[in-house]
């Protein structure tokens, strides 16, 4: 590591990374655990206890917990110290951000107050801003909410109509618009309002306090899940806002809305952490108790795969979140170090990773849909039962594959970025894939090496497919590859799956230096079987895009590649899963 140049956005596809790169959270020092420790407590005491009243939209009652977490410290937790909050670094508030993940629509409506909610002004504030607002969201005084979305603008969210107009003293904007879904919306003091000055073509920032006329606020929203959150529309009708409210500069506002989305994302990943070790303590629990046949369910070799699938997922997720955040951290520092100001310094690190932001919002949200999914199942009918908080935890997941810019549109920014990258010249990916002559494959990868570097073997073929199939799609389409988005979706599911496995694979080979080989066995087993079910889905993604775009006379040369990179040297599957499942089974509980 020392000496080394760091690691880039996105590099990942065509460089190779040491444990020594890689933070896992195995490392959290003293003062982490114990952070972890008060949120864990707070769920316990003030979030657990209240689900169905806030799912029942108890009026007053989500706001007044939000106040009791400012009065726990956890809402100022990533604000700098000079107003008022804890400025603990980013990797500490993914940690927060994973253990408060476990609290449902709390969780949804925490992340919004402190996320989306706080950090335009934290990062793209300027000091007056920052010196009136972030104080009093630090301590809850304040509750935030962000609003980008309107009924005619979603994905496409620079084509908002919501407009913002110079009053003729020049003190004024008015602003005219609506705004939907927008989260903390029934109670937030203080909203980022994003609006176009005049007929400006990017959209501009404003803080605009609840109290300020010509607000108007509709009812709560009825939801699927995350019942307890508040979602609303908001009305803004002649919305009087002091000049001085602007955020930043006039027109960059779609640049801070795709920025702190860019954080969102990560924050999501984190997030899903912790609602994923619910659902699978709820599921090993239930099949614990639950007996048919005259046997406990969990004897059975279905449920056991299905228990062992739940956590080697989590586990995966779990990794490829706290390696993304040590980067980022990493990256935080260089550009503070190089003297640049500290909200810019985030920004700029935040994009920086944008790439691997984008692959695990939809890797966790995918993982939390089937880590409840198949808790449903476990659960047999009582899954199927409101009475059942497996039920709960179920309708809750399924926003995550919506907000935060969707999978849709998050798999189009993983492979297009990168791709843009590659063409740039930010890494050299179609210069390696150059290098590479499929014709001179072998007919499969001899796997002589020991143990982890049969698996760093995989992992690489695993990137060169991308690397090859990238190529000859850029040499087919050109500049018509962004239109071809099914061919981008398979490319973005095998960067995403080289990417997290990776970091499995990192995380367990570290480990065993930290643990040794016997206590080790066990997360060799999660690894191979993560990587037994990545090279599947690639070599599946990999045969869509074949398909798809390769003429007929050159396929069988593809999938030849195909077959020889997604090879893995055989393992026992069944029997690590097992083996996974049994300790989850004894521990009763998430131990991992
Ligand atoms: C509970 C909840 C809370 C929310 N909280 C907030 C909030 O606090 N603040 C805020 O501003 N917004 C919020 N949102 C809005 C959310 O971010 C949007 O719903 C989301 O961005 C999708 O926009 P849309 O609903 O208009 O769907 P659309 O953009 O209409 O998408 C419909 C479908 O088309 C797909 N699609 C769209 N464009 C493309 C494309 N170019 N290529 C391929 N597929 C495409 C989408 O992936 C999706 O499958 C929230 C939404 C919900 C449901």
Redesign the pocket.
Known sequence: MKNKEAIKGGEFIVRDSEIDEIFIPEEFNEEQRLIGQTCQDFLDAEVMPNLDRLDAHEPGLMPSILKKAGEYGLLGMSIPEEYEGFGQDFTTSMYVADILGGGYAFSVAYS?DTG?GTLPIMYYGNEEQKQKYLPKLASGEFLG?????EPG?????NSGKTKAVLNADGKHYTINGQ?M?????GFADVLTVFAKVDEDRALSAFIVERTFPGITFNPE?H?MG?KG?S?VQIFFNDCQVPVENLIGKRGDGFRIALNILNLGRVKLGANVIGASKIAINQSVQYSNERKQFKSLISTFGAIKYKLAQQVVKAFANETAVYRISQNIEDAVQRYLNSGMEKGQANVEAQREFAIEAALIKVFGSEMLDFVVDEGVQIHGGMGYSSETPIERGYRDSR?NR????????NR?VTADTLIKKGQKGVFQMFEEAQKIDITKLPASPSFNGNYFENINASIKNFKNLLLVLADAADKKFGRQLPQE?EVLFNFADITMLAYVTESVYLRVKKLEIMKGEESNKIYKDILNSFIFDSANKIYNSGLEAIYSFVDENEQEKYIHALRYYTAVKPQNIKCGRRNIADKLIEDNKYKF
């Open positions: 919004a989306i909410a962000y609003c980008l979305t603008a979603g994905s496409d969210a705004k879904w927008i989260t903390n919306g929203e939801k995350i959150s979602t926003i919506i907000f935060e810019g969707t999978n849709e549109i189009m988005q």
